[in-house]
T-cell receptor
Framework: DAGVIQSPRHEVTEMGQEVTLRCKPI?????LFWYRQTMMRGLELLIY????????DSGMPEDRFSAKMPNASFSTLKIQPSEPRDSAVYFC???????????FGPGTRLTVT | QKEVEQNSGPLSVPEGAIASLNCTYS??????FFWYRQYSGKSPELIMS????GDKEDGRFTAQLNKASQYVSLLIRDSQPSDSATYLC????????????FGAGTRLFVKA
C-alpha cells in the first residue's frame, strides 16, 4: 500500500516567491495534518482537516500561510510570500477518524534564501 | 510552560542497557499518549500508544503512564545501536478535538 505521498521532497526558493507543498493522504484516511519541524521549535501542528474541512488552523503562523483540501485525496500548503524563517521540513500526516495512529509522509525540506 | 516537555538529551547508553525516556504534559484532561521514533532525516513513526495508568509492554518497549503526576515514560530494554534516534512524546489534548501535541524530542544514542 502506498503511504502518504508528499511533493516536492526538496524545494529551494528565493525570498518573496510563492511555495506550494502537496500531499496525498493514505486512501481511506479522512483526517489530514500539516506539521512543520525545525531544530528550534520541534514539530508544530499547523492545521488539520477532518473530512476535507479545516478543524483547527491556530498553528498557522501568519496570513502568508494557507492550506486547502479540495477532496479526500489531495491537500496543499501554500506560502506566499516566502521568507527565510519559513525554512523547515514540512510533514503531512493522515489518520482514519476514530483511530489514533498518524502516518507521516516523507516530508518536504524547504529552504528559502 | 510547554504543553509537552521532554529532556532534549542526548541520552547515551551502552548496547544492552535500558534506556529510559521521560515526558511530562500540562493538560490534565489528556486521554491519549504516544511515543514516536524519528531517525535522522526521516519522518516520525508511531511505536507505542498508552491510554490508562500503568505499564504497557510491546517487545523491548514499555510505556508507562501516571496521569496523577502527568508523566509518561518509555523504557527500551536491551538497547541496540539501531535504536539510536529521536523519540517524540505526543499527547492528544482535552481541547481542540483530535489535536496532537508533540514534545521536542529526546535524542538517544546507543553505543556499540
Amino acid at each position: 500500500d502506498a503511504g502518504v505521498i508528499q511533493s516536492p521532497r526538496h524545494e529551494v526558493t528565493e525570498m518573496g516567491q510563492e511555495v506550494t507543498l502537496r500531499c496525498k493522504p493514505i486512501s481511506g484516511h479522512n483526517s489530514l495534518f500539516w506539521y512543520r519541524q525545525t531544530m528550534m521549535r520541534g514539530l508544530e501542528l499547523l492545521i488539520y482537516f477532518n473530512n476535507n474541512v479545516p478543524i483547527d488552523d491556530s498553528g498557522m503562523p501568519e496570513d502568508r500561510f494557507s492550506a486547502k483540501m479540495p477532496n479526500a485525496s489531495f491537500s496543499t500548503l501554500k506560502i506566499q510570500p516566502s521568507e527565510p524563517r519559513d525554512s523547515a521540513v514540512y510533514f503531512c500526516a493522515s489518520r482514519q477518524l476514530g483511530t489514533d495512529e498518524q502516518y507521516f509522509g516523507p516530508g518536504t525540506r524547504l529552504t528559502v534564501t | 510552560q510547554k504543553e509537552v516537555e521532554q529532556n532534549s538529551g542526548p541520552l547515551s547508553v551502552p548496547e544492552g542497557a535500558i534506556a529510559s525516556l521521560n515526558c511530562t504534559y500540562s493538560d490534565r484532561g489528556s486521554q491519549s499518549f504516544f511515543w514516536y521514533r524519528q531517525y535522522s532525516g526521516k519522518s516520525p513513526e508511531l511505536i507505542m500508544s498508552i491510554y490508562s495508568n500503568g505499564d504497557k509492554e510491546d517487545g523491548r518497549f514499555t510505556a508507562q503512564l501516571n496521569k496523577a503526576s502527568q508523566y509518561v515514560s518509555l523504557l527500551i530494554r536491551d538497547s541496540q545501536p539501531s535504536d539510536s534516534a529521536t523519540y517524540l512524546c505526543a499527547v492528544n489534548g482535552n481541547t481542540g478535538g483530535f489535536k496532537t501535541i508533540f514534545g521536542a524530542g529526546t535524542r538517544l544514542f546507543v553505543k556499540a
